[in-house]
C-alpha cells in the first residue's frame, strides 16, 4: 500500500510538473503572437537576401498558410524560449533523488544542452542558410522564374532547426554515456567508421533531399562526436 502512494505521489508531482510546462510555454507563446510577422521576417530574410538577385519571390498557394506559417514559427520560438524553465522544472522534479555530485552534473548537462541547443540554431541560421540558399537559387536556370511557396520553406528551416540543435548535443550524449560507464572511450574510438555512416544517414533523414545539405549536418556532427570524444577523456 505505501509503494502504491509513493507512486501516486510521484504521479501527482509529475501532472502538476507537466501543467507548469503547458502553461508556460502557452504564457510565451500569447506573448510572441502579435509579433508573429515579425518572427516570420527574421526567420525569412536569410531566403529573401538571395532571391533578391533573381528577383525571385515567396508566394502562398494556400489561403490559411500566410497565418499558419507565422503561427507555426512563433510556436517553435515559443518552444525555444521556454527551454529553460522546462529544464528547471525538470531538475525540481528530480532533484530529490540526486546525489550532491550528481545534482552539479545535472545543473552543468541542462545548461549546456539549452546553450548547444541555441548554437546549433544560430549555426543553421548564420551560416547554413546562405549556404544552402546561395547554391540553389545561383544554379537556378536563367529562363525560370523561381517563386518559393512559404508552407514548404516553413518545413525545411524547422527541419533544419530541430535537425542541428539534437546533432550540437552529441558532445553532451557522448560525455554522459561515459561518466555513467554505459559505454566505454574504446568503444567509441574504434567505432568511429560506423558513427560517420549513422552521421550521413541521420543528414539525410532530417535535412532536405539534397547532398549539400547532408553534408552541411554530417560534417559539423562527425566534428562534434570528436569534441565529444576529447572532453570525455577529461
Not at 16 to 35: G, V
Not at 139 to 149: A, G, N, S
Request: proline share 5%; net charge positive; charged share 10%.
Amino acid at each position: 500500500m505505501s509503494r502504491l502512494n509513493i507512486f501516486f505521489g510521484h504521479f501527482l508531482e509529475f501532472r502538476s510538473t507537466l501543467i507548469k510546462l503547458l502553461i508556460t510555454y502557452f504564457i510565451i507563446f500569447l506573448a510572441m503572437m502579435p509579433f508573429a510577422n515579425e518572427i516570420y521576417y527574421f526567420f525569412s530574410e536569410p531566403l529573401l537576401a538571395e532571391l533578391i538577385s533573381l528577383n525571385g519571390t515567396v508566394i502562398s498557394t494556400k489561403l490559411t498558410s500566410t497565418f499558419i506559417v507565422p503561427f507555426k514559427i512563433t510556436a517553435y520560438c515559443a518552444f525555444i524560449t521556454s527551454l529553460p524553465f522546462l529544464f528547471f522544472q525538470i531538475w525540481y522534479f528530480i532533484s530529490p533523488g540526486l546525489y550532491k555530485r550528481e545534482k552539479n552534473f545535472v545543473i552543468l548537462l541542462m545548461f549546456f544542452g539549452f546553450i548547444l541547443f541555441l548554437a546549433g540554431t544560430l549555426f543553421v541560421y548564420f551560416l547554413i542558410f546562405p549556404i544552402i540558399f546561395n547554391f540553389f537559387i545561383s544554379t537556378t536556370p536563367k529562363d525560370v522564374e523561381l517563386m518559393i511557396d512559404i508552407s514548404s520553406y516553413l518545413q525545411m528551416i524547422i527541419a533544419l532547426f530541430l535537425a542541428f540543435g539534437l546533432a550540437f548535443e552529441v558532445p553532451l550524449v557522448l560525455i554522459t554515456a561515459v561518466k555513467f560507464n554505459w559505454i566505454k572511450i574504446k568503444t567509441l574510438e574504434k567505432n568511429r567508421p560506423y558513427f560517420i555512416v549513422v552521421a550521413f544517414v541521420f543528414g539525410a533523414i532530417f535535412t532536405p533531399p539534397d547532398i549539400i545539405s547532408q553534408v552541411l549536418l554530417a560534417v559539423p556532427i562527425l566534428l562534434l562526436y570528436e569534441l565529444g570524444l576529447f572532453f570525455s577523456k577529461k
